[in-house]
Nanobody, 118 residues
């Protein structure tokens, strides 16, 4: 079955950096557009960034532009999110999402907690 496993979360001070990873299995990774979402305390889940199947197109939420970088390695079936200049408001559970061509091809990871605090 499809598995998306996030890692790399943790506690970081404001201004710090983290790199999240999402290891995918059970699917043809290169056939899926990949995204990172996040859900902060008491907030709805929001889109952070998306990368196309062959990594030629990336999009970001406005508040993440210039601070976060999404990338993927199709040879390793892995998605990444490099986060810099982290702020307390970036505190959230970060989720990996894989979206294929069909509506049923929409998969989620279990999430990884990122806490930005001094």
């Amino acid at each position: 079955q499809v598995q998306l496993v996030e890692s790399g979360g943790g506690l970081v001070q404001p201004g710090g950096s983290l790199r999240l990873s999402c290891a995918a299995s059970g699917l043809t990774f290169s056939s899926y557009a990949m995204s990172w979402y996040r859900q902060g305390p008491g907030k709805e889940r929001e889109l952070v960034a998306t990368i196309s199947r062959v990594a030629d197109i990336t999009t970001y939420a406005d508040s993440m532009k210039g601070r976060f970088t999404i990338s993927r390695d199709n040879a390793k079936n892995t998605l990444y999110l490099q986060m810099t200049s982290l702020k307390p408001e970036d505190t959230a559970v970060y989720y990996c999402n894989a979206k294929g061509l069909f509506p049923t091809h929409n998969f989620w990871g279990q999430g990884t907690q990122v806490t930005v605090s001094s």
